[in-house]
């Protein structure tokens, strides 16, 4: 398994803000992904992000509005950018530790006025 | 496209009684599985996965699950239930490596004493 952390855990945030949320991992992975949970809802993931390329965005996500940077092996950010009400979700980074076995942070809860 | 069917959005079992959680999925090719748990206010715990080989797979807190190609189906069981296991349970799909997850809509279980 892995150790993740997540800063902030949760924060309180105005319309057309930014929040950049942080992802550390206690040990160095190839593969680290970014989820959305809105409220009462599933995972949904956002994007994918291998260290030394771009991230890799699913459908009806785009880089402007989630940039996200991964500038080592232990570290990944992910931006929420001019935020809107519908942005409250819990964010949720994650790790593969093996083959297709991804370990969850403990998330941060967006709130947005 | 992969997709992940959890047809019960909420169970009630009493405590000590059994328990079994359908999931179905739709995936190309030889799927990773995973079942996950979700307690208020907390991440997502890894229960267990399939991977390939034995159909039947044990995981942590006493849960199983067993694979069922013929169905496409991945149902989480446990032989007794316990007020703890009150919680969130999510059924995922995935392929490993830069394939994220595919999350079913979630099952809430409820615990009566």
């Known amino acids: 398994s892995a150790v993740i952390s997540q800063k902030p855990s949760r924060d309180i945030c105005q319309r057309g803000t930014s929040l950049t949320i942080q992802c550390q991992v206690d040990s160095q992975v190839t593969m680290m992904f970014w989820y959305r949970q809105q409220p009462g809802q599933s995972l949904t993931l956002i994007a994918t992000a291998n260290q030394g390329s771009e991230a890799t965005y699913e459908s009806g996500f785009v880089i402007d509005k989630f940039p996200i940077s991964r500038p080592n092996l232990t570290f990944s950010t992910l931006t929420v950018s001019n935020m809107s009400p519908e942005d409250s979700s819990i964010y949720l980074c994650?790790?593969?530790?093996?083959?297709?076995?991804?370990?969850f942070g403990p998330g941060t809860r967006l709130t947005v006025t | 496209a992969q997709s992940v069917t959890q047809p019960d959005i909420h169970i009630t079992v009493s405590e000590g009684a059994s328990l079994e959680l359908r999931c179905n999925y739709s995936?190309?090719?030889?799927?990773?599985l995973f079942w996950y748990v979700q307690s208020p206010g907390q991440g997502l715990q890894l229960l267990l996965k399939?991977?390939?080989?034995?159909?039947l797979v044990q995981g942590i807190k006493g849960f199983e699950a067993e694979f069922k190609r013929s169905q496409s189906s991945f149902n989480l069981r446990k032989p007794s239930v316990h007020w703890s296991d009150a919680a969130e349970y999510f059924c995922?799909?995935?392929?490993?490596?830069?394939?994220?997850?595919?999350f079913g809509k979630g099952t809430h279980l409820i615990i009566q004493p």
């Open positions: 995936y190309g090719a030889t799927p990773y």
């Open positions: 995922a799909v995935g392929g490993g490596g830069a394939d994220g997850l595919t």
């Open positions: 399939y991977f390939s080989g034995d159909t």
């Open positions: 994650s790790v593969e530790v093996s083959v297709g076995e991804q370990y």
